[in-house]
């Protein structure tokens, strides 16, 4: 059983919210001019607590000479289980200060501290749990911790007890248990907001610090620090988002010298998660519109140059090839999950790590159910005139179908020419299908090299060309039934499933 204890030296286990708070405040102070800002907050707490500690101490002891008077006996605290302490308590109902209407003990609760909670909900409402008559059930609470068996209390004593001094006391002390709950709640919120103005300065110091070229790998881990505090203050804390501070930072990285600069990237790349979790990743959809795709929009968020995108490119490339000839071909197969992680790889740094992988999972239904993108597409620009893809809930089976055609490929014995045809009609599958939120053409390639590479005797290229579609002929070894496969599939798809977005 877990008892409620009236000392204001708990307050940090018995109200979790500011137990939340404080937790974001003890860790970050680690140099002496932080010790400093902070002593003057923790003195005020400290004093308020010293303070309500000194009125609990009066009116306990005026509940305890109200127990003496009554001649309830005290003693060791009483075990009590929570299903034996809610009988209790319904079978006198007077502690619940009920109508005359029946009980019906079906609609009651006990929490592991004895919290009494009755669900209220009408027939076929939804069900909520609430608190009811807290002073009368704390008052028990606290009988049983003085080791009262309440159980054996006459009823005179019982009714004296809820009903004269004692409850009144019980209303008072727990009065002074809220009250200097909301004032240290207030401090800790005035020591936070005063952190906030501080992690803004302090990431700020450190972009100043980059601007004069003089960068150390010292100074991009006190601006990794400065991100990693401010992910300890909960978002409806926040006195202002890091956004515009973020922003002066991009702006700054485009004038710094390429060493300095490259070492900013890396820690941008590395820092991903921790930046979108800092900003919101509602900072991403900000930027982003119908126009512009996701890799054009990451660009824009970080600051990206084509050349670094395409040095990420190759990068992801070359790792992409690495996980074929020797995961995939260790194997012999293909499998859903290969098309995940060609993605996972490929993309790296080059989208949100919330856009990897197909758009069954989890990223991509966050993604529609915060955005309204309801219908993935392939087609013009422009957005008028557009071809409907898979949807997401027959994604996962039609990739399964999908990798199960492959590796019939893989296992037979076509010639050359034709196997390059079938695999036109594999290509044209995945396109059309669309499975990654973007880089499917690129991703749909690599499938093919995976297909190639299960055949055996191939090795994908150590480089690929940077157009799309010369990357594409040269993976169907410029056959041209392959490549007019592909192309008259994929155009029919594109007649036939029409969808017009204004």
Not at 93 to 107: F, G, V
Not at 202 to 218: K, N
Not at 366 to 378: A, E, P, R, T
Not at 480 to 491: D, G, M, N, S, T
Request: hydrophobic share 35%; glycine share 6%; net charge negative.
């Amino acid at each position: 059983m877990s008892s409620i204890n009236f000392s204001s030296e708990n307050f940090d286990s018995m109200f979790s919210e500011r137990d939340a708070i404080n937790a974001g405040l003890a860790n970050r102070y680690d140099d002496e001019n932080s010790v400093e800002r902070r002593a003057p907050y923790q003195k005020r707490v400290e004093s308020i607590i010293l303070k309500t500690a000194k009125k609990e101490g009066a009116l306990v002891a005026s509940i305890d000479s109200e127990l003496a008077r009554l001649g309830i006996q005290t003693g060791n605290s009483v075990d009590i289980e929570p299903q034996a302490f809610l009988g209790f308590v319904l079978d006198n109902s007077e502690l619940l200060k009920l109508s005359t209407i029946p009980i019906d003990k079906s609609r009651y609760r006990v929490s592991d501290d004895l919290s009494i909670l009755i669900n209220e909900a009408d027939s076929g409402g939804e069900d909520f749990l609430t608190n009811k008559n807290t002073d009368e059930v704390s008052l028990i609470q606290y009988l049983i911790e003085k080791g009262v068996d309440v159980a054996t209390l006459e009823p005179t004593q019982l009714s004296e007890l809820t009903n004269g001094l004692s409850i009144i006391v019980m209303k008072q002390l727990i009065s002074e248990v809220y009250s200097c709950q909301e004032e240290i709640g207030q401090i800790l919120l005035e020591e936070r907001s005063t952190y906030i103005t501080d992690l803004k300065e302090d990431f700020m110091l450190s972009v100043d610090l980059l601007a004069t070229g003089g960068t150390t790998q010292e100074d991009l881990d006190r601006l990794h620090q400065v991100l990693v505090n401010y992910r300890n203050i909960p978002e409806r804390f926040h006195n202002g988002s890091l956004v515009p501070e973020f922003k002066k930072f991009i702006d700054s990285k485009k004038l710094l010298p390429i060493e300095i600069k490259n070492m900013v990237n890396e820690l941008l790349e590395k820092d991903e998660e921790l930046i979108f979790e800092v900003l919101g990743e509602e900072y991403f959809f900000d930027i982003w519109h119908e126009e512009i795709d996701y890799e054009e929009t990451y660009r824009e968020m970080f600051g990206y140059d084509q050349k670094e995108i395409w040095a990420r490119r190759e990068r992801n490339w070359k790792n992409v090839n690495s996980y074929i000839t020797e995961d995939i071909k260790s194997r012999g197969a293909l499998t859903v999950q290969d098309i995940r992680e060609i993605h996972h790889r490929s993309t790296q740094g080059i989208l949100p790590f919330f856009l990897h992988g197909v758009r069954s999972d989890k990223n991509w239904r966050w993604h529609i159910s915060n955005h309204n993108k309801q219908v993935n597409s392939i087609g013009s620009k422009d957005g008028t005139s557009i071809a409907e893809t898979t949807g997401a809930d027959k994604l996962e089976t039609d990739l399964l179908t999908l990798v199960e055609k492959a590796n019939l490929v893989v296992k037979a014995k076509y010639p050359p020419f034709i196997a390059e045809v079938v695999m036109g009609n594999l290509f044209a599958d995945y396109a059309t299908m669309h499975p990654n939120p973007d880089g499917n053409g690129t991703n749909d390639i690599f499938f093919i090299e995976a297909i190639k590479t299960l055949r055996g005797n191939y090795l994908p290229p150590e480089t690929y060309e940077r157009r799309y579609i010369s990357r594409l002929v040269k993976t169907l070894n410029n056959n041209p039934v392959a490549l007019a496969v592909a192309a008259a599939r994929i155009r029919r798809h594109e007649l036939t499933h029409q969808v017009t977005r204004g």
